[in-house]
């Protein structure tokens, strides 16, 4: 459109937008000035320019929050994964904490105040800042090895089975971490810790030496992963139950008899492990062997075996019950019934139940049950007559 106007014109035009190019930067410029001007005429007013800046880190710390929860969250949820969610929840307290004592560090310097106390509030300032960041560090690295351990893939190096390993780990590294950095606000010098730390070292290995057994122990129990969280497991010295939680120390185990035992880890490394829940899948076989006379008829045996098990709800009906004629016994032919069952728990339940269920179906088919006996014939001794 401005093609077909006149050259006049046209320059006209240009001259216009460059009156207002420098009008508006000379608006800009008298604005910054106002505001640097009402800035120095408020220094000269300590507490109102105090409240002033105190009043303006809440609101940054506000806009921050409302930024990251309000706009950033939104374009998260948009998202597959629910990862970034959490991530964004979990830094929302310590950026809105972070701009909030930030422009309280500046306000708090504006104040004539004694060293002591100044020294003392910049302290706690900032060591609620690191403990603020750390709790939001642990969360989020809690949520990654899980999300990590959840993507399916067996050549991670991040599994279910190794999760309490970096669980722990994290934890740890995430404290001491935060120790260091709450010294250092308060202007602590931690060379001198470091440099005794070697000593110390020794000094505890000597003097704890089964904790560090169950620390070690712990850390190889975690990474060879013999079991895990909810297995079955049993224990040479008669301990069976299932795993409530593998600790750095200790591990702990629930039995049938809904107690709670601690076993340290140590004791556990140097053990034989017998995990019931190990495996393809939580199923376990169980074996019943029953003897039965010569008399009996084998095939009638191997069926009312075989419906017993199928009639009972707690047997598995895949795999299939199955008989076996095992061998000829001193006082009987020997029969093994196997079966599965779903759950390691239910083993001696299932057994009573299968067991007196074979004894009534027993007697109920005319099936003799054999039992050892002796039979002892005493021969009189016959005199010699003449």
């Known amino acids: 459109m401005r ?3 006149p050259k006049a014109e046209k320059l006209f035009l240009k001259e216009k937008s460059f009156f207002v190019y420098l009008n508006s ?18 220094k000269e007013y300590t507490s109102i320019y105090f409240i002033v800046l105190v009043l303006i880190s809440a609101f940054s710390a506000k806009v921050a929050d409302w930024i990251l929860s309000g706009i950033i969250l939104r374009f998260a949820k948009q998202t597959k994964t629910s990862f970034d969610d959490k991530l964004v929840d979990a830094l929302h307290k310590p950026i809105y904490y972070s701009v909030f004592f930030l422009g309280l560090f500046f306000s708090v310097n504006t104040v004539s105040l004694p060293d002591s106390f100044l020294y003392l509030l910049l302290g706690l300032f900032k060591s609620i800042t690191v403990i603020v960041w750390s709790i939001a560090v642990s969360k989020i690295f809690v949520e990654l090895i899980r999300w990590s351990s959840k993507a399916g893939d067996t ?3 991040i599994q279910k089975r190794t999760m309490p390993l970096f669980d722990n780990i994290g934890k740890i590294a995430i404290f001491g971490g935060a120790v260091y950095f709450i010294l250092l606000s308060w202007n602590v010098d931690v060379t001198g810790w470091v440099a005794s730390a070697g000593i110390l070292s020794v000094v505890i290995g ?6 560090l057994s169950n620390l070690f122990a712990g850390i190889f129990i975690m990474a060879d992963a013999p079991y895990k969280e909810g297995d079955y497991i049993n224990l040479d010295a008669g301990e069976r139950g299932y795993v409530r939680s593998i600790g750095i120390r200790s591990t ?15 004791v556990i490394a140097n053990s034989k492990i017998v995990n019931e829940s190990g495996g393809p899948h939580e199923k376990e076989r169980v074996r019943i062997t029953i003897s039965v006379s010569y008399e009996s008829d084998i095939e009638q045996v191997k069926r009312v075996l075989r419906d017993v098990a199928i009639a009972s709800p707690n047997v598995c009906k895949d795999p299939e019950p199955r008989v076996r004629f095992r061998q000829f016994a001193d006082y009987g032919l ?4 196997l079966l599965w069952i779903e759950r390691p728990e ?3 339940r299932v057994i009573d139940e299968i067991n007196s269920s074979i ?3 027993f007697r109920d088919e005319n099936i003799e049950i054999p039992y050892p006996h002796h039979v002892i014939q005493m021969s009189q001794k016959i005199e010699p007559t003449n």
């Open 3 to 5: 093609e077909g106007l």
């Open 334 to 337: 020997t029969f093994q019934l």
């Open 25 to 42: 930067r000379y608006v800009i410029i008298s604005g910054m000035e106002y505001i640097i001007d009402f800035i120095n005429i408020l």
């Open 155 to 157: 050549k991670r190096f």
């Open 359 to 361: 004894f009534y179906k």
């Open 252 to 266: 702990r185990i629930m039995t049938r008899d809904d107690i709670e035992i601690t076993i340290p880890n140590s």
């Open 206 to 211: 000597f003097a704890a030496k089964d904790t």
């Open 346 to 348: 239910m083993r001696g």
